[in-house]
Structures are given as C-alpha cells and as structure tokens.
C-alpha cells in the first residue's frame, strides 16, 4: 500500500495542496482547546494528552490527506476511546484497575456487533456513552447524557458531509470536529470529576 497517497474525502477539498481543507484544518483547534482545557484539570493530563493526539493527527489528515495521515487521524481517536472503555469501569464501578482493562476488549467486541449490524467506531461510542447515561445515577447520568446528545448531533453532521456538497461546498464535517471537541472534553471532564472525587487517580497507560 502507498501511504503517501493523496485521499479526497470531503465536499470542501477540491485539490491536493495544505489549505485544500480550510475549515476542516482550522476546526480542529476545538480538540486542541478541549485538550488544554482538560489539562489543567486535576487527574486530567492523560487525557489532555491522548485529546492533544486527536487534534494532531486529525489536523494532519484535513492539512496533507495522505493514507498515513488518515489512519493517524482514525488510530488516534480509538486510542482515547480504547482508553476511556479501559478505565471507565474502574472509575464509576469500583473495578480494580488490572480487571478494568478488560473494557477493552469488551469495547472491542461490542464494536464487532455494531459493524456487523451496519454500523462503526463512531456508532459504538455514542451507544457506549447512551448506555453509560443508562446506568449511571445522578451528576454522572446528566454529564453522559450530555456528552450523548452533543456526539449524536456531532456524528450527524459528519455523515451528512458527503449529501450536501451540492447546495453546501464546504460540507458539515469541520462541524463534526467542533462538536466532537466538546463530546471529548465532556466525556474527559466525567471522568476526572469523578478521579477527583474518589482522590484516585485514572490508572496509568502502562
């Protein structure tokens, strides 16, 4: 496989070049401000970094849309999501942390049904933050309940992208990147508030 291939997939590039992709490019500040903004939360630097990746490789696929930029962009939005099923059941359910790993491949399966039922990655993540809003009470309920709504806007925006071209050049994905900025920094915040309250730290990615 050529990885330096050019990938077109977007209504708003037209042509190879760096700016071919503006406001898919420039709307990834959104994860760049989640990411700083989680940062300096207390127990956040994990996933200020892993959203800081996001920004990064999303930012070079809409800036070069080269194959290897394209499966930095996918690899490392599943690598915060792989995360987020690693220590969720730690966090919320008390889980110990060599035990809370398994989310992983529980998340993993779980994504294998959705695909084989239609759907993807994305699909998986919003019906894993609608089941956590199920099972959750109180604080916790309304902040997943909110990260839900915010990515199910989010993720329709992104696949309407390609139907709109005609009547919207620039199509709706930088709209899927300023929503899915607040999806992260929601689901990144729930998480820490809920580090912060049971003064246990998010376990390490070691």
């Known amino acids: 496989m050529n990885w330096t291939a050019y990938v077109d997939g977007y209504c708003e590039r037209l042509a190879p070049g760096l700016w071919g992709e503006a406001l898919n490019s420039l709307s990834n500040l959104a994860f760049l401000i989640a990411a700083i903004a989680v940062w300096r939360q207390p127990r956040g630097r994990v996933f200020a970094v892993l959203i800081g990746l996001v920004f990064l490789g999303s930012t ?20 915060f999501v792989l995360y987020y099923a690693a220590v969720f059941p730690h966090l919320f359910f008390g889980v ?5 790993w398994l989310g992983i491949p529980v998340f993993l399966a779980f994504t294998a049904v959705v695909a084989s039922l239609g ?17 959750l009470r109180g604080e916790h309920r309304r902040r997943f309940a909110l990260a839900a ?15 709109v071209c005609g009547s919207f050049p620039a199509g709706t994905h930088f709209l899927w ?5 607040l999806t992260l920094y929601l689901a990144a915040t729930a998480a820490t508030k809920r580090a912060a309250s049971r003064q246990d730290a998010a376990p390490s990615m070691r």
């Open 60 to 79: 070079a696929f809409h800036l070069l849309a080269t194959r290897w930029s394209a499966a930095a962009d996918t690899g490392f939005i599943l690598v």
């Open 96 to 100: 110990r942390r060599g035990l809370s």
């Open 119 to 135: 759907g993807g990655l994305y699909l998986s993540a919003l019906l894993g933050l609608v089941i956590f809003a199920v099972v």
């Open 149 to 163: 709504g915010v990515f199910g806007v989010s993720l329709s925006f992104r696949t309407a992208d390609h139907t």
């Open 177 to 181: 990147h300023l929503l899915n900025g």
